[in-house]
């Protein structure tokens, strides 16, 4: 799973400023990580689901997200010669590609998305929430760097809700063993204050991201909820979290958003403004990267704005009411971290879908179920079945991967699209009937 | 005194039942009686038999179930595990269970827990979590509390209180079970022609299905018929797998190993009948017991994370060297994240210390052996071949 920072499929008709400064992010961010070793900063990498990034960046650490630059490679094609690598080294073509893109580049010099070397980490900062993957996957970066590598368990919701023991859990791993790693490896003692004005910033942030996202409620829908929210999500589950600039990015976006609603606009595409909306959907499980604007194309072509989707709330379910907290600030992170979407179980995950299905009046549920990642996968085809049978609305799934482009059938998908399009239309004109 | 051929027939009954007979006549015997399942890779029994409880462990449907419905639950890039549990639930074939307890180990399990919340509303379900932070006072107090959670379920079940001392005769009752255990696999690596790798599986096997105090019997009797009768000594290679913690190989699959010139003299099939690698103390708080022992003497496989780099794999190269071992064979689900993930850093560790391996992978339907003989041949023949220059 991830959140991403796309720049390579970055649309190309119309741009909004906030559209400059989301890429000036992430670009900023890869200058930081080349500049890294000459300038002496600290490198940790850690996930983009339940990250930490304002305690890590309590410690002046430069952040790397490995899924993040496999998203990156999947964009620029460059993924599946990455993974051919790994398989090449050993590691089974059953498991998640992900984890193969990053290794391969790894084996080939660690050669960033933006042609430079990325530094080593200093250290590997393991937030387990959501995705086993994850803790095999810090293992095998651990085994080629050496290097420190710190643990956050973030026990699984596998009831409704989380418990106060998963919650203290969490919070006494934070100070007993992730603070202490992160003060001695960078070198800079952890100031709790610092952590507050951090948090401060993520709220405002995290104010703006769920009305932009409530505003998909809108007919037209202002924005696509999953193919344009891979650009807005991506200052918010990474590294700009809790920094002015994306307070600011998510501010601007906003006011973009308020003047599109104001205009009767719907999203930008690619290929400009989608004009005529048809159908709204309900998107579940990660994108395809490797052929990320061939198969968003297949939905706007047709009219088909997504309005909501599971995959924009992989890095925190902010619209079902989380905010960090400032006053309670080692709590609130690890509620961060156990709130995330994949760290819901299955009834939790339906009652969310089916949550959107029925505010966002959308005609029904698309599961992208992707090949290589358990995590989202498995269950999907009983949480269609579920969210179906609850809302009355036609469910379809499709089968992609994310960044393996052997996994990805444009003939099929579009098919199946096309199938389910027709499904929406036959829906309707029977309740008209 | 009964044979080994006797008590295997018996397991083996057992293990092609997929109605589980023994269990359902088990509860029935007596009123209020409770079963509850359990999947891979561990859950404390003992709390469960303190309840008064039958813990039933649930390993999928082998190559013997049909699985109709099942298919319809996954996508064909999941391993076989989840669906065939599923096709036993949807057959009717688990009725008469009372919960389900769905461990801490993968992602498919960890979501078929909420698919049975889904599909079974009205029947207890829960995911198990374990910590992955073994220090006392962090990972501890933790696991401590999850165990007097599912304490407390199980009393709701059961509707009667479960004391200190029904916790710590039921310690006792799996200390004992546990001690068999590693008195068997003793003997095998002793004799391994005594006692063939497919018996000791099926008496494991029999040790999910049955209650712990008949199957410490069993193993007791199996010991005494082992050591007694009289085998061929064969000039097989001694071989350590790895891999099937969790979906099941069809049994055709550890004959072939077999059959192909190896001994078996290390696995991690069914880890949850030795997980926890020393005796659970029985005085003093039972859960916090438990849950020191969990912290402290717990077995290693890969689902779990090994907190330093200078210990990864380390547990697999002392087994090997424990046992006599001349190679391993990784032999691993289809799909399965947690072995397959793992399997290049171990390979890794076995090639520093000089460890042999192969790998191959299997589906608890395959039906085809061949290969896997014929792979697992090649491998012994290349072992009798390097030990003899
Ligand atoms: S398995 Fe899924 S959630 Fe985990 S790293 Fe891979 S893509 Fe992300
Ligand atoms: S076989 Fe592997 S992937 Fe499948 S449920 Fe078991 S541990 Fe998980």
């Given amino acids: 799973m991830t959140a991403p920072t796309p720049t390579a499929a970055k649309p190309t008709v119309q741009k909004d400023r906030s559209m400059a400064m989301q890429k000036a992010m992430v670009d900023g961010n890869y200058a930081r990580l080349a500049r890294a070793e000459a300038e002496r900063r600290k490198v940790a990498y850690t996930f983009v689901p339940g990250n930490i990034n304002e305690l890590l960046m309590c410690f002046d650490l430069v952040v790397n997200y490995p899924e993040i630059n496999a998203i990156q490679n999947g964009m620029r094609k460059k993924s599946g010669r990455y993974i051919m690598e790994a398989e090449k080294a050993g590691h089974s073509e059953d498991v998640c590609t992900y984890v193969k893109a990053d290794i391969g580049m790894m084996l080939k010099g660690n050669i960033g998305p933006n042609d430079e070397r990325l530094p080593n980490p200093d250290v590997l900062m393991l937030s387990y929430t959501g995705c086993f993957t994850f803790m095999k996957w810090f293992e095998l970066l651990r085994h080629h760097y050496k290097c420190e590598t710190t643990m956050l368990h973030v026990p699984y919701e596998g009831g409704s809700g989380f418990s106060k023991n998963s919650r203290d859990y969490v919070v006494k791993q934070l100070k007993e063993t992730v603070i202490p790693t992160l003060e001695r490896v960078s070198g800079v003692k952890f100031d709790i204050d610092r952590l507050r004005e951090y948090l401060k910033e993520s709220q405002k942030a995290e104010e703006n991201w769920v009305w932009v996202l409530e505003s998909a409620k809108h007919k037209p829908s202002p924005i696509d909820s999953y193919f344009g929210a891979i650009y807005y999500i991506s200052p918010i589950f990474t590294a700009f979290r809790g920094t002015p600039t994306a307070t600011e990015y998510y501010a601007e976006l906003r006011k973009e958003v308020e003047q599109r609603i104001a205009n009767g606009q719907g999203p930008i595409t690619p290929e400009g403004e989608m004009k005529n909306e048809k159908y709204r959907l309900v998107v579940e499980g990660p994108p395809n990267y490797t052929s990320f604007r061939d198969f968003w194309k297949m939905f706007y072509d047709e009219g088909a704005v997504i309005v909501a989707s599971s995959y924009a709330k992989v890095g925190g379910t902010y619209d079902f009411g989380f905010r960090h907290d400032p006053d309670h600030p080692l709590e609130s992170v690890a509620e961060y971290c156990l709130n995330c979407y994949t760290n819901h179980n299955l009834p939790e995950r339906v009652r969310m879908l089916e949550t959107y299905v029925n505010e966002y009046q959308a005609d029904g549920l698309l599961i992208n179920s992707i090949k290589s990642c358990n995590s989202f996968a498995a269950g999907q085809l009983m949480m269609m079945k579920e969210v179906q049978k609850r809302t009355g609305k036609p469910g379809a799934f499709i089968e992609t991967d994310l960044v393996d482009p052997r996994y990805f059938s444009p003939a099929n998908v579009k098919n199946r699209l096309e199938s389910y399009f027709q499904m929406i239309d036959q829906k309707r004109r029977a309740t008209a009937a | ?389």
């Fill in chain 2, 1 to 389: 005194m009964t044979t080994t051929k006797e008590i295997i027939d018996r397991c083996e009954k057992l293990y092609e039942d997929m109605d589980f007979t023994a269990a359902r006549a088990w509860k029935e015997a007596a009123p209020g009686r409770h079963v509850i399942g359990y999947m891979p890779i561990y859950v404390p029994r003992e709390i469960i038999h303190a309840a008064g409880m039958l813990p039933l462990g649930i390993l999928g449907g082998g190559d013997q179930l049909e699985v109709i419905h099942g298919d319809a639950y996954y996508q064909s890039y999941i391993c076989r595990i989840p669906r065939s549990t599923i096709e036993l639930a949807v057959s009717g074939k688990l009725d008469f269970t009372d919960g389900m307890l769905f461990p801490s180990i993968c992602d498919v399990i960890r979501n078929l827990s909420g698919m049975w919340q889904l599909m079974m509303s009205d029947k207890y379900a829960r995911y198990f979590d374990v910590p992955q932070n073994y220090q006392d006072d962090v990972g501890g107090v933790y696991y401590t509390q999850e165990l007097h959670e599912l304490k407390e379920d199980l009393e709701k079940i059961s509707g009667r209180k479960i004391t200190n001392e029904d916790l710590r005769k039921s310690i006792a009752v799996y200390n004992e079970n546990r001690r068999l255990i590693k008195d068997l696999y003793e003997l095998r690596r002793k004799a391994p022609w005594k006692v063939p790798t497919t018996e000791v599986y099926l008496l494991l096997r029999a040790g999910m299905v049955l209650p712990v105090e008949e199957h410490s019997q069993m193993l007791k009797d199996y010991i005494e018929a082992a050591s007694t009768e009289d085998r061929p000594l064969r000039d097989n290679c001694r071989i350590v797998i790895q891999g099937m913690f969790c979906e099941q190989p069809p049994l055709n699959l550890i004959k072939s190993i077999e059959l192909a010139g190896c001994y078996i003299v290390g696995d991690d099939f069914m880890m949850v009948t030795r997980w926890l690698t020393e005796d659970v103390p029985l005085d003093g708080d039972p859960l916090e017991n438990l849950s020191q022992a969990f912290l402290h003497h717990s077995e290693n496989v890969s689902a779990k994370y090994v907190d330093r780099e200078e210990d990864k794999g380390i547990y697999l190269v002392d087994l090997v060297k424990k046992n006599g071992g001349e190679g391993v064979i990784f032999t691993s689900p289809s799909f399965c994240d947690p072995a397959l993930l793992d399997r290049p850093l171990l390979q890794d560790v076995l090639k520093a210390h000089g460890v042999p391996y192969i790998a191959f992978k299997y589906a608890e339907n395959s039906g085809q052996m061949q290969p896997i003989r014929e792979q697992a041949g090649t491998f012994a023949d290349s072992i009798k071949l390097w030990s003899e220059q």
